[in-house]
């Protein structure tokens, strides 16, 4: 009865043994993520990148440029690194837009710019400067919920946020404008 007994001690201490490897390791074991989540893996990416868009008339429409671009295909969004987008009316009126940061959402078409973003108007020669920005491609706005400087001929706005129209070159700082002004000529 000896035997037997060992061989059920020997059993036991194998299953909790293997009880205490599997609590550790998960079903997955290496594979599982850390915190639970599962990681999302990058689909393409793509280094020192250029991509123009075309109107049907065959004018230039859109440019945009990055530094490092990472397509996530689960979400269909691209992580941007120093993205610059460059919007062309055919007029020779071009708005840019520059940044640290930015995340495209394909299905959308909205650019997502944040750190340090820079949206100018290449003819008038102004400025938009904000922390984050919104850009929607298709419609061809802008817009800020947080604090934006605009600058123009020496002349600072500052307001708590802005949308504009890139289309028909307007802007609308609101809430709670502040500007000063730098009157020019004697």
């Given amino acids: 009865m000896g035997g037997s007994r060992r061989t059920w001690v020997l059993a036991s201490v194998l299953a909790l043994l293997s009880a205490w490897y599997w609590s550790l390791v998960g079903d997955g074991g290496i594979e599982r993520s850390p915190g639970g989540g599962a990681a999302e893996v990058v689909q393409t ?26 397509h996530f295909a689960a979400d269909d969004v691209s992580s941007l690194q120093q993205p610059r987008f460059y919007s062309h009316d055919g007029n020779d009126r071009t708005w840019a837009a520059a940044a640290e940061q930015g995340e495209l959402k394909h299905r959308t078409s909205m650019l997502l710019l944040s750190h340090n973003v820079v ?17 929607d491609l298709r419609l061809r706005t802008a817009s800020s919920k947080v604090p934006v400087t605009a600058e123009m001929d020496g002349n600072v706005l500052q307001a708590d946020g802005m949308f504009a129209d890139l289309a028909n070159e307007t802007i609308l700082l609101q809430p709670n404008v502040e500007g000063i002004y730098v009157p020019t000529g004697p």
């Fill in 119 to 135: 949206l100018s108007n290449d003819q008038s020669g102004g400025t938009l400067q904000a922390q984050a920005m919104a850009l």
């Fill in 45 to 70: 990416y793509l280094v020192n990148t250029r991509s123009l868009a075309f109107a049907e008339d065959g004018a230039l429409a859109e440019v945009m440029e990055a530094s490092r671009i990472e």
